[in-house]
């Protein structure tokens, strides 16, 4: 098992960036991809960007796209997100995840292992 583990959620005005971080004790460069999904009140877990095991291939949300960046530093098991340009409705808990194969990258339903999820809010 992956157990990822979130950190860097926090409060923030519109316009600002954070980074989050994602530990994922027992993860190598070669057996997990990593993805991070978040949650708004009221709404369904959705898919926000996702990196391939080896971080070679990196796969993002529309909304996201240009302001979000996931990277990975495999030697310390970590994946982050950083986000840029940060709006209202990117409020959210932030939920780190991780999968056995690099393929069906979006899909929630395919990842395994999830961390207990950290909040970020934006404020206008």
């Known amino acids: 098992q992956a157990r990822p583990v979130e950190s860097g959620g926090g409060l923030v005005q519109a316009g600002g960036s954070l980074r989050l971080s994602c530990a994922a004790s027992g993860r190598t460069s070669s057996n997990y991809a990593m993805g991070w999904f978040r949650q708004a009140p009221g709404k369904e877990r959705e898919f926000v960007a996702a990196i391939t095991a080896r971080g070679d291939s990196t796969f993002y949300a529309d909304s996201v796209q240009g302001r979000f960046t996931i990277s990975s530093d495999n030697a310390r098991n970590t994946v982050y997100l950083q986000m840029n340009s940060l709006k209202p409705e990117d409020t959210a808990v932030y939920y780190c995840?991780?999968?056995?194969?690099?393929?069906?990258?979006?899909?929630?339903?395919?990842?395994?292992?999830w961390g207990q999820g950290t909040q970020v809010t934006v404020s206008s």
């Open positions: 995840a991780a999968k056995y194969t690099n393929l069906r990258m979006r899909e929630r339903n395919e990842y395994k292992d």
